[in-house]
């Protein structure tokens, strides 16, 4: 009888909301723990439709306005930059075990929270974040509820967390935490379900956070990580989002507070990447590392200081903050070779820092030379690449404009400019006047309004962050710049560049579709190529473009060989539908569900996850 019980829970759990499925579970089910009760009924589906898939999303504040929610993150928003810090006794590829040895030399007598939070001040840095517990279950601040921590396993005998919080308070620097739910140390905790003992470490976690939030002053933010697992049910994640809401109301959570998807905590968070975004306004941060690896691991290799000022800029330009990485050593140090480098971006912020901080996402989804921010009718575009001609193309840019100078030019010397149609042509000197990025201050006559119409690229794009080449010539289509018709289907912004790269998901409604539109200025012959990965044989659709129509079968691409059964985790793969003709004009391109496959709806796997789409010349 159990077992046709839970036939009979399953069959209607993938037609009916996780609502009616919980009124509807036979009480003589024999559950482990009652926190496990929505994942029990998921158990006999294939491994993508476990975890927290197709439940409802763990919001970050519940019955919170648009409004209340956007006065509350908006000191986070405004913040922009943030520091984010990977600290322990953790060594060269050690994050997960850290053995008794390691424990004993910890003695970070190099630690100085004051310099720290000077030192973050005069890079450019607005807030902190720093790791608190990491999947090997260490914690850094003294804890009454375990002796694995930072007073009682080294022979440091300070609380680091707490200096560097005090500090922060003392500079008007914010401060947030990094706790990770995944804890290989703690004999409570499991991946899996069904053990009966995780209620030890969830009481446990809730301990330590009401530790953190109550003993370490306010909190911008509080980041999770480790939550990829089946363990890290939804019942498990409200309980400690209500907890963190009880102790800090105005704190901001990740959507790692659920299983990163859409609706999860108080905003995206992409890791090792950042998304091509359109007209999406959800908010987001990315993570990454600047120097080798999230912890210390032994060498002096980095990133440049163009690296990341191109990567705040973007972030910023399209709405999102940037959280990027540095690893201190075990003696307390920052690399001094990190701290060079990132000079180079706080003088920048210096001269430049208001064409970033309390900005908006720029009108333009793509500039191939830079990026560009907003502050009501004033643009700032950052120029990376500069033009050889000594002429900068602001495309599509329909708005009057009324002038432009160098943000840096205390001067305010006016640049000379020019339309060509709906383009903004700037007259620059050959030699760019200031190192990095020059910031060209636009001010405009009323709202920007930008044609972002997809042209052919003046460029290549070259390969990273789990992209591929995009060649010069190409029109280049990802899903952030999709026109969305539909409820179901939505913009994602992703997980990580080696797991989830920006996508189209939720794809279960035949009615829903999706659309980009192209101006096409010359002849040409293309190959049209899509990326999109799959689970499951999806379905079919059909494409669109310029009176021509290609079908094509969604595959089961299946996950990549060596990957852990994660809902973070897919494996896009490229495919050619066929060659196409285009004369000039505007075009818009669609792609419509033909059919959606049963299989694919019940499991919540849907259409499929799109990525790209490419018109590759010929």
């Not at 499991?603 to 018109?615: A, E, F, P, S, Y």
């Amino acid at each position: 009888m159990k077992k046709i019980a839970v036939l009979i829970g399953l069959f209607f759990f993938v037609r009916i909301t996780n609502a009616q499925v919980g009124n509807m579970v036979n009480d003589s089910i024999n559950i482990a723990d009652p926190m496990e009760k929505s994942a029990l009924l998921k158990s006999s589906l294939p491994w993508f439709a476990r975890f927290q898939v197709g439940d409802l999303p763990v919001v970050g504040f519940p019955g919170e306005t648009e409004k209340e929610k956007k006065q509350r993150m908006q000191p986070w928003v405004d913040a922009k930059y943030g520091l984010f810090l990977h600290w322990g006794p953790q060594r060269a590829g050690g994050e997960y075990v850290i053995s008794t040895d390691t424990l004993n030399a910890f003695n970070p007598e190099s630690f100085d929270a004051e310099k720290w939070v000077l030192t973050a001040k005069r890079l450019g840095f607005k807030y902190i974040v720093i790791t608190t517990k990491h999947h090997a279950g260490f914690c850094m601040y003294d804890s009454k509820y375990t002796s694995y921590d930072i007073i009682d396993a080294t022979p440091f005998g300070r609380d680091p967390i707490k200096e560097l919080s005090d500090a922060c308070a003392r500079h008007n620097m914010l401060f947030g935490i990094y706790y990770s739910v995944w804890d290989i140390h703690h004999p409570g905790y499991s991946k899996g379900l069904g053990t009966g003992n995780y209620a030890t470490y969830q009481q446990y976690m809730l301990n330590q956070i009401e530790e953190l939030l109550t003993n370490y002053g306010p909190m911008v933010c509080v980041w999770f990580d480790g939550e990829w697992v089946e363990s890290w049910t939804r019942e498990r994640a409200i309980e400690f989002r209500d907890k963190i809401r009880e102790l800090q109301p105005n704190t901001i959570l990740a959507n790692r507070i659920g299983q990163r998807r859409r609706g999860d905590g108080d905003h995206h968070s992409p890791e090792n990447f950042s998304p091509y975004v359109g007209d999406q306004d959800e908010p987001w941060e990315s993570c990454a590392k600047f120097d080798g690896s999230w912890f210390y691991n032994g060498t002096n290799k980095s990133q440049s200081a163009e690296w990341a000022l191109y990567n705040l800029c973007y972030a910023s330009s399209r709405g999102g903050n940037f959280l990027m990485n540095l690893g201190p050593t075990p003696e307390g140090k920052f690399l001094e070779s990190s701290i060079e480098k990132l000079g180079h971006v706080g003088a920048w912020l210096k001269a430049n820092g208001e064409s970033i901080y309390g900005t908006e996402k720029g009108p333009h989804y793509l500039l191939e030379w830079g990026t560009c921010t907003r502050k009501g009718t004033t643009l700032y575009y950052q120029v990376f690449d500069w033009p050889k001609n000594g002429e900068l193309l602001i495309p599509g840019l329909k708005t009057k404009v009324k002038s432009a100078t160098f943000l840096a030019d205390k001067k305010g010397n006016p640049l000379e400019m020019r339309r060509d149609g709906d383009d903004v042509i700037v007259n620059l000197p050959s030699v760019p006047p200031y190192e990095i990025a020059n910031v060209i201050k636009m001010k405009l006559a009323g709202i920007p309004v930008v044609d972002n119409s997809a042209k052919a690229l003046k460029k290549e794009i070259a390969k990273k962050e789990s992209m591929r080449e995009i060649p010069e010539g190409s029109y280049f289509l990802p899903a952030g710049f999709a026109k969305i018709h539909g409820e179901k289907l939505h913009f994602y912004y992703g997980t990580g560049a080696g797991a989830q790269r920006e996508n189209l998901k939720g794809w279960t409604e035949e009615s829903d579709w999706a659309e980009w539109d192209l101006l096409v200025k010359e002849n040409g012959t293309y190959n049209v190529e899509i990326t999109y990965a799959s689970l499951v044989d999806g379905g079919s659709f059909e494409l669109t473009l310029a009176g021509q129509t290609y079908e094509h079968a969604v595959q089961n691409i299946g996950k990549k060989p060596r990957a852990k059964n994660s809902p973070l985790s897919v494996n896009y793969k490229t495919f050619v539908l066929g060659e196409m003709q285009l004369k000039p004009g505007r075009y818009q391109l669609t792609i419509k569900p033909k059919k959606i496959n049963e299989e694919a709806i019940n499991w919540h796997q849907g259409l499929m996850i799109l990525r790209d789409l490419t018109l590759v010349p010929n």
